[in-house]
DNA sequence: GCCGTTTTCGGCCCGACTGTTTTCAGTCG
């Protein structure tokens, strides 16, 4: 018997998508649409696998989906397909979908194209403009054309639609910086990054600035003359939006002090909270907008009744909520947890003591091993572990138990150097051993054991079967001398996909065997994810937050494995290297099984 | 089509901007 072709989450989500864009295309009941929207959303974000939720019947369960679209999906995971899917796919074709990639074209006018000129494609759709043939449809001019041929250039030379954070994060505080230094000290009274950047979401699709000044204009004209601008996409007396030379779009808003705390909530979103909070605000009587709350007059306060906010903390206390961090703010349940005053306690730069992943001259990285202990003393760490690439690694050299040997006269030096001085720090030794394409480990249980920490990755052949990258993750995982996995799906953002690897299982395994999971830091990776991780915490899993530092300044980007925990709803207590050196080291399985 | 601190029906967020318009529809964030 012959299975259909197993669907991902990715592509029974963009099938969703494409049948929502269709629903659109065709004008059918909005609500209907949002629904396939949502749905779609929420299955991409999912961090189980579809199939697996199917069997165990519980499609239902996934926010979003209720009984229609849980039996269509249902029909979809068994059958390859569904009729009434396929007949919308087969009345609308790709190219129309498409053409609502092009900036200004929406469902309507895509729709217009295709039935009053038979445009179906992006291409058709440039063609046609280029003759200047969509000027005769009513609603279209010579203006139309020029914008969509512009929108269809930077569709083209757009490869990725969205930065990652490591790239923005930094861009978006330089050109806050520099437009405070390119005016008189008082002009700017705040100024704060909004938007996807301030709720750290691993890509960013534009950045969005918020800012409080008595001079909208001046603070405006010194914003478009910063000298990373390369285009000018728009400019109002209190909004401009100005596009970098790498093709980032960067917003700035200036509002009144008195709007502050609406207009930073609204502009930092997500879409999907503030529709949350203000569908509740509304339920008490108040519509919500960036400058704060009108009175509709259903609820006790006259209509037109105004309401501000100095703070975001003090609109979301009038709706009865918790202040609920930017990070979380992404409907997956923070507001009804806000409501009972529930929302977790997240972890914060501040509670990490220490790193148990990074890497020294011994494999590939060019800081000595004195050298980053300083790096780590230097950010107020307690401890540090010098893991360096184990043998087995081909592109690196790898570290055996020969130098491991040598590794550790150093490493003990260097702590005796601590004790003597009465500093309080412990350079601990460890490996990122490999786990090598069958499931053996790159170092022997003999040499494993003698290390404090074991963090074992894969590096190589990532793009086995599920099964068989699965299986030989488990083995590794079930070994008793491996402490943490190490980014564990092995993605790199914008460059490299996720291996097929089964995360539920191996989530299990890492909870079963006490194997802590990593939230790797590097804003490339960021593995586990967000998602991952506050799986991760469901099935009760330890989690350690490392910068996998390849240089002194490699510990910089702890803040990005930070922002992702928060995201992951993770808190102090759920990751082992917020521990003090003795509790956290008794985390670790080696020395449990000491213990037995 | 989904959902429930107005739960099995009747709701489902809000404003700015743009281009083509003489009052607005469409798109976007």
Redesign the pocket.
């Known amino acids: 018997m012959t299975e259909p072709t197993r669907l991902t989450n990715r592509q029974v989500a963009d099938i969703l998508a494409g049948v929502g864009a269709r629903l659109?295309i065709l004008d059918a009941?909005?609500?209907?649409?949002?629904?396939?929207q949502?749905?779609a959303e929420?299955i991409r974000n999912l961090a189980q696998d579809i199939n697996a939720i199917n069997a165990a019947g519980e499609l239902?369960n996934?926010?979003?989906?209720?009984?229609?679209?849980?039996?269509?999906i249902h029909h979809l995971l068994a059958n390859g397909s569904d009729p009434?899917f396929d007949a919308l796919f087969e009345q609308v074709p790709q190219g129309v979908v498409d053409m609502?990639?092009?900036?200004?074209?929406?469902?309507?006018?895509?729709?217009?194209l295709w039935e009053e000129l038979g445009i179906d494609s992006v291409d058709a759709l440039r063609t046609a403009a280029e003759q200047g043939k969509l000027?005769d449809l009513?609603?279209?001019?010579?203006?139309?054309?020029?914008?969509i041929l512009k929108?269809i250039e930077l569709l083209s030379t757009r490869v990725d639609e969205r930065t990652s954070i490591g790239v923005a994060r930094p861009l978006a505080l330089g050109m806050i910086a520099a437009l405070k230094a390119a005016l008189p000290p008082e002009t700017i009274e705040r100024i704060e990054v909004a938007?996807s950047l301030r709720r750290w979401k691993e890509t960013i699709?534009?950045v969005?600035i918020l800012c409080v000044s008595g001079q909208p204009v001046l603070v405006m004209e010194a914003f478009r003359s910063l000298p990373e601008v390369a285009h000018i996409a728009?400019?109002?007396?209190?909004?401009s939006s100005v596009v970098l030379g790498n093709g980032l779009?960067v917003?700035l808003r200036v509002v009144e002090a008195k709007n502050w705390g609406a207009a930073l909530q609204?502009?930092t979103?997500s879409?999907e909270h503030?529709?949350?909070v203000?569908?509740l605000?509304?339920?008490?009587?108040?519509?919500?907008?960036?400058?704060g709350l009108?009175a509709?007059g259903?609820g006790d306060a006259a209509e037109g009744e105004q309401r501000f906010f100095a703070e975001e903390a003090d609109l979301y206390a009038f709706l009865g909520l918790e202040w609920v961090p930017p990070e979380l703010r992404e409907n997956r349940g923070e507001v009804?947890a806000a409501?009972?005053h529930r929302l977790p306690t997240l972890v914060a730069m501040g509670d990490l003591q220490g790193e148990l992943h990074g890497h020294t001259t011994y494999s590939d990285g060019t800081g000595s091993v004195a050298e980053m202990a300083e790096a780590a003393r230097a950010r107020g760490y307690r401890y540090w572990s010098v893991s360096d690439h184990s043998v087995g690694l081909g592109i690196v050299q790898g570290v055996d138990a020969d130098k491991l040997r040598r590794q550790r006269v150093e490493i003990d030096a260097y702590n005796a150097h601590c004790t003597e001085q009465g500093i309080d720090f412990r350079l601990l030794q460890g490996s990122e051993v490999e786990i090598l394409a069958d499931g053996a480990l790159g170092l022997s249980d003999e040499v494993m054991a003698g290390l404090d920490v074991v963090v074992a990755s894969i590096h190589s052949a990532q793009r086995q079967d599920r099964e068989t990258i699965t299986a030989r993750c488990l083995k590794a995982i079930y070994n008793p001398h491996v402490d943490i996995l190490g980014h564990p799906t092995g993605r790199l953002i914008g460059s490299r996909p996720p291996t097929e690897i089964d995360m539920e299982r191996v989530l299990q395994a890492c909870r079963e065997t006490g194997t802590v999971v990593e939230i790797n830091a590097n804003p490339a990776r960021l593995d586990v994810n967000d998602v991952y991780a506050r799986r991760a915490l469901e099935l009760g899993c330890k989690i350690a937050i490392n910068c996998d530092a390849h240089d002194v300044l490699g510990m910089e980007i702890a803040e990005f494995g930070i922002g992702t925990a928060r995201r992951g709803w993770v808190t102090a207590a759920d990751v082992v290297n917020t521990l003090p050196l003795d509790a956290m080291l008794a985390c670790l399985k080696d020395v449990q099984a000491k213990d037995d």
């Open positions: 659109q009941n909005r609500f209907r649409i949002i629904a396939f949502n749905a929420s239902k996934i926010p979003g989906v209720g009984k229609g679209i849980g039996d269509a009434e609502m990639q092009v900036p200004d074209m929406g469902p309507k006018k895509a729709k217009r000027r009513k609603g279209f001019g010579a203006k139309s054309e020029e914008k929108g938007g699709g534009d969005d728009g400019a109002g007396e209190t909004k779009q917003d609204y502009f979103g879409k503030n529709v949350a203000r569908e605000a509304l339920k008490q009587g108040w519509s919500l907008n960036e400058y009108t509709t259903s009804q409501r009972q």
